[in-house]
């Protein structure tokens, strides 16, 4: 296909070639995102009718908007044993003990998150707190104090 669209003398063929692939692939989502809303808004007017069956009295329109989620994936993915390696790995490099708030940042960073966002920093701490409880009750990992006076981790040797 992009063979056909570039001429044989072009200049940087093979920049064109990737500018064409990545054109042809956000064209792709385009379509998608299109066929996704139509088959979203046929499923919305099933819901619509079979609200408007048990009762016929209620406004649809001031139905306030939900909140929206991928469907099948949590609110943050994470692969399983993603926390509690990317903690292995920060406290195996760690020459002392080291915070959750230290280790989930790092987490943050690695997985590409927003480190301004207080509400995910809060559930990544969380994450990482009941990882590394888990690897204590196992024998990995002990607490240990911390300069920060919060309470630190660091491995079993």
Not at 16 to 37: C, D, P, T, V, W
Not at 90 to 110: D, G, V, W
């Amino acid at each position: 296909m992009a063979n056909e669209l570039i001429p044989w003398d072009a200049e940087q063929p093979y920049v064109l070639h990737a500018l064409i692939r990545k054109r042809a692939e956000i064209a792709g989502q385009i379509e998608y995102s299109r066929l996704e809303q139509q088959r979203l808004l046929a499923e919305l007017d099933h819901v619509d009718a079979v609200i408007h069956i048990f009762n016929p009295s209620i406004e649809i329109a001031r139905i306030r908007l939900g909140p929206v989620r991928a469907k099948g994936a949590a609110r943050h993915p994470a692969h399983k044993g993603d926390v509690i390696q990317i903690a292995f790995d920060c406290l195996r490099e760690a020459t002392e003990p080291l915070s959750a708030p230290y280790i989930a940042k790092q987490l943050m960073q690695q997985r590409g998150l927003n480190l301004d966002d207080r509400n995910l920093s809060a559930i990544i701490v969380n994450r990482v707190c009941a990882c590394l409880r888990a690897q204590r009750r196992r024998g990995l990992v002990r607490n240990a104090p911390h300069a920060s006076g919060l309470l630190g981790w660091e491995l079993v040797r």
